[in-house]
């Protein structure tokens, strides 16, 4: 098959008569062209296979970002020039977002962190979102199945911002019940615990 | 902390792998000023670590899940040194695979977990998991799939 041909409901088309055929500008002929032209913005990310090496460079970037591509080389048995090729490959493919540092929060005066779990009238969850993106301290949030409609982490100055928060979250008149729970000084990360052995197949 | 400290953090925030010679040029300042710098802030607890992100779903974890566990009353005077119920449980959390993130809280719940989870099979085994640990009363669990609403680009957890 040719690249200006495609295969819709078992029949084979050409593109370029379809988008003529289509171009009616009505809203629904624009998006049944672009799923048929594969323009959705959804593409299928590249499948690079991990291996061993692979798995050993995060294994070590994920102790210590800055740990040397010579001595994961040693390590391994390659050239460095293959551990920086690695890394470079998995950047690409999205594997690896990127390296950072781990701050203590209350270095900076924020003393306090905890999660919100958000009950809403599920409905109207999308106002309930727009409030809490406006609200500084909340680092994460994302809606949720389970225990509660909407989860968020907020790193504030003190618990009695966390109150404020709550507060504020509390008065919309959508939201049914927010839970706040404070996260003990010993937050520990454990990234180290991913498991990516089942890849390496 | 001053311009310079701050600087240097913002910079190995976005790469924690930048060299020190970059940064010392961009501020015009000699290598060995940030690699001590760099030396002190990680002494004073500042700078906790560095490490790569991962991005789970290009590795086929499709969803993230939060944990909220109850441990049970364990009836004992506890003393500043006899390790508490919910730090037995909290020890065995941070030793099972793909949970991230483990933390005592105090609020609703004892505990907190998060984890990330291939598929709802696993999700479901790492519940089971977690609801074996000795000294786990209650669990509730609340997850979600694709991407958060709000979310740094560096989000470790």
Redesign the interface.
């Known amino acids: 098959m040719s690249d200006n041909v495609i295969k819709i409901l078992g029949m084979e088309l050409v593109k370029n008569d379809i988008i003529r055929f289509l171009s009616q500008n009505s809203i629904t002929y624009r998006v049944i062209i672009r799923i048929i032209l594969g323009q959705t913005g959804y593409h299928m ?1 590249p499948k690079i296979k ?1 291996d061993k090496i692979d798995i050993a460079i ?1 294994r070590a ?6 740990a040397n591509f010579a001595s994961i080389a040693r390590d391994c048995g390659v050239s460095t020039d293959t551990i920086s090729k690695r890394f470079r490959r998995m950047k690409k ?12 929060p209350k ?1 900076f005066g924020y003393d306090c962190v ?2 919100l ?1 958000i009950d809403v009238s599920y409905p109207h969850l999308r106002e309930v ?1 727009e409030l ?2 406006r609200i500084p301290e ?11 409609d909407i ?2 982490i907020a790193v504030l100055k003190n618990v009695g911002r966390l109150s404020q928060v709550k507060d504020l979250v509390k008065g919309h008149p959508m939201v049914r019940e927010v ?6 000084n ?6 180290e ?4 052995e ?2 390496n197949r | 902390m001053d311009e310079t400290d701050l600087f240097i953090i913002e910079r190995m925030t976005e790469d924690a792998r930048v060299s020190f010679r970059k940064i010392a040029k961009e501020l015009g300042v000699s290598p060995d000023t940030i690699i001590s710098r760099y030396k002190t802030l990680q002494e004073k607890g500042v700078i906790r670590g560095s490490t790569v992100v991962i991005n789970p779903k290009k590795i086929g974890y499709h969803g993230m899940a939060v944990f909220m566990i109850d441990a049970s009353p364990t009836h004992i005077l506890a003393t500043e040194a006899t390790p508490t119920e919910s730090s037995l449980i909290l020890e065995k959390l941070i030793q099972m695979r793909n949970i991230i993130l483990s933390t005592k809280t105090v609020g609703d719940h004892d505990l907190l977990a998060i984890g990330v989870a291939r598929d709802f099979e696993h999700l479901i085994t790492m519940g089971a998991d977690i609801a074996k640990i000795p000294g786990v009363k209650d669990l509730r669990v609340s997850f979600w799939v694709e991407k958060a609403e709000l979310c740094p680009k560096y989000f470790i957890i």
């Open positions: 990310p991990i995060i970037l994920q102790k210590d970002a800055r493919a999205g594997i690896i977002r990127g390296t950072t540092i781990l701050l203590n270095s905890a999660s779990g979102i809490i993106r909340v680092v994460f949030c994302a809606t949720s199945m389970g225990s509660y989860f968020c839970t706040t729970s404070i996260w003990v010993e937050i520990l990360l454990c990234p615990n991913f498991e990516f089942h890849l």
